[in-house]
């Protein structure tokens, strides 16, 4: 028997045991599981952002105590700003639902079910069966262990672009948060089944392209096996949290140190093949509509959008839902930034690289619920699942087309005075079409293009819950150089370029422009407003492009000048 006489020492040997008994716990889940779930008593310090890159925050900041998923490395990290720590049990652990085998499932009455990952892809692909004319089921790629992400791709002519708005819902990029998981494969079968008999789901699919994946990390959902999510866990096969390894806008690409995942991979393939309008994102552990940004204090050029589109979403599940549910944080809706910072976040990629509205939604705060309550959950947010997919039909859109040829044109749509930090649209490359969701106002609106004058709109109104139609016809210019007065005020160089390009004013007479670097897709990479006077004649535009072509636009009140910029 050791007696310890000394307060100190006692308190100390104590430290020593209940921290080593910490470690051993989370050496244990760290070697069952590749992941350790854990709360953490913030230290007087700021948490440095190595420690907040190398972990994932789960439920925000509090003062008291921080709960988060950490893998081997970001744990170690973790111990290097604090050892006051306690392992807490998998949110996947606690409950052990009963799964249906595909076997099991001849016909579905109701969602009070997890499917096993076969039972999953079998009714994945009996939808597309079913509804031949309505739906197509197809994968984007494989995970890192070889299972499918799937889509349901569903409108009234199936699998045929139309000129409409694509929406995109996709769940369960954490793998134990399996809420959304169920509710999409509900919303896809609620769609295919009450078309044509429910007015609103009617007009939603003759009138949008909607894509869903319930299942975009496979890998996770199904760690203990193809025939359960019990043991579930939010990173992939690879030990990586998959919601902080995208291209990040402030940070840049690879935020959280790992390469792309397979998963991020095909996401962001399909992404770049095509044209999002607005999306969600589908999570558990809280409820509450989390809109952009993630990355960034600054407020979203949409604001005033988001949150009335997320005041939506909340009020509408407040109707439907027992007191007390969606009301996290502001009544069921936050910024972003203002719950809590990450980076990598596959909401600031899609908004910030893709120009899409997609937000973050956390409909459970029970990360694995009892799949006796997943009809509930259903009933508490069906309602505003259809009203958000509608928000996709309103706002300012029509179709950008070459002035002389009528063929589709490929334009950044941008409204002055109120884009910024990427938040314009782009029309679709292939049919010109542009969608541009909004507040309700009064706009005006640019539309660039290479090879074409800038066109400027003003006075075009937006209203809640309508659509403002607006088709655009550009003029081409001439030339690669445009022939007209702004041109010859103006020497650019070096050209090719190197890693600034200055702009020198020749003028006599005070010139007011703004200033548009674009690619040859119509992206805008660069865009500033400029004075140019007798004490301010030049400027400067700093570059850090890939090898290629580029369009600089100096666009003045009567005319403008079109420049070609190579970057070898």
């Known amino acids: 028997m050791i007696l310890i006489r000394n307060k100190f020492a006692l308190f100390l040997f104590l430290f020593l045991i209940n921290f080593t008994f910490a470690q051993n716990d989370a050496f244990i889940q760290l070697a069952s599981r590749g992941e350790v779930y854990l709360k953490f ?11 907040l890159n190398a972990i994932s925050i789960d439920h925000g ?11 081997e490395s970001g744990f170690l990290k973790l111990r290097e700003y604090t050892n006051d720590i306690e392992i807490l049990t998998p949110p996947s652990l606690i409950y052990k639902p009963e799964m249906k085998s595909a076997e099991e499932i001849k016909s579905i009455s109701d969602w009070d079910f997890y499917p096993t990952y076969e039972a999953y892809v079998d009714i994945m692909y009996q939808f597309a069966e079913d509804h ?17 992400l799937l889509i349901a791709r569903i409108s009234d002519n199936a699998g045929i672009d139309e000129g409409e708005a694509q929406f995109l819902y996709t769940s369960t990029m954490h793998g134990d948060e399996t809420t959304g998981y169920v509710l999409m494969l509900h919303l896809i079968d609620y769609l295919l089944t009450n078309y044509g008999s429910n007015a609103q789901v009617t007009n939603i699919v003759n009138n949008l ?17 193809n025939s359960t999510v019990y043991s579930s866990r939010r990173y992939n096969a690879n030990n990586v949290d998959l919601n902080r390894n995208y291209a990040d806008p402030d940070d840049g690409p690879h935020p959280d140190g790992n390469a792309y995942q397979a998963e991020t991979e095909a996401f962001m393939a399909m992404a770049e093949e095509n044209h999002f309008v607005i999306a969600a994102n ?14 960034w204090s600054q407020l979203h050029a949409d604001d005033e959008w988001w949150q009335f589109v997320g005041r939506e979403w909340a009020d509408t599940a407040h109707v439907y839902s027992p ?23 596959r909401q600031d990629y899609m908004n910030y690289y893709h120009h899409c509205r997609e937000v973050t939604l956390e409909i459970s705060s029970v990360k694995l619920v009892q799949e006796s309550a997943l009809p509930d959950f259903w009933d508490y947010n069906y309602h505003s699942f259809l009203n958000y997919m509608e928000q996709a039909l309103f706002g300012i859109r029509g179709q950008v087309t070459d002035e002389q040829t009528g063929d589709p044109v490929q334009a950044s749509v941008v409204i002055e005075g109120h884009d910024e930090l990427n938040t314009w649209v782009v029309s679709g490359k292939d049919d010109g079409w542009y969608f541009r969701p909004i507040f309700e106002g009064e706009y005006e609106l640019t539309f660039f293009a290479p090879h074409y004058e800038p066109k400027v709109i003003a006075g075009v109104e937006a209203i809640n819950y309508l659509e403002t139609a607006l088709n655009v016809a550009l003029k081409p210019t001439d030339s690669d150089i445009e022939e007209n007065k702004l041109e010859n005020l103006f020497v650019v160089g070096p050209n090719p370029v190197k890693d600034k390009l200055s702009l020198k004013y020749n003028g006599s007479v005070p010139l007011n422009t703004q200033i548009v670097l674009i690619n040859l897709s119509g992206k805008i990479l660069w865009k500033d407003h400029h004075i140019w006077n007798t004490n301010n004649k030049e400027a400067s535009i700093p570059i850090n492009l890939r090898a290629g072509e580029y369009i600089l636009n100096i666009i003045g009140e009567q005319s403008c000048a079109t420049f070609k910029i190579i970057q070898p």
Request: charged letters at 15%; one cysteine or more.
């Open 132 to 148: 031949p004319n309505m739906c197509s089921v197809f994968s984007i790629g494989q995970t890192e262990e070889g299972r499918e």
């Open 61 to 71: 900041y509090h003062s008291e105590w921080i709960t988060a998923y950490a893998n």
């Open 323 to 345: 007191a007390g549910y969606m009301n996290d944080l502001e009544n069921g809706i936050t910024n972003g930034y203002a719950w809590y910072t990450t980076t990598g976040s």
């Open 41 to 51: 008593k913030p230290s007087s310090q700021p948490i440095p952002e190595s420690v």
């Open 282 to 295: 589908f999570h558990g552990g809280a409820e509450v509509f989390n809109y952009p940004w993630d990355t």
């Open 209 to 225: 392209d909607i894509w869903i994946n319930p299942l975009a990390n496979p890998d996770g959902t199904y760690f203990g096996g």
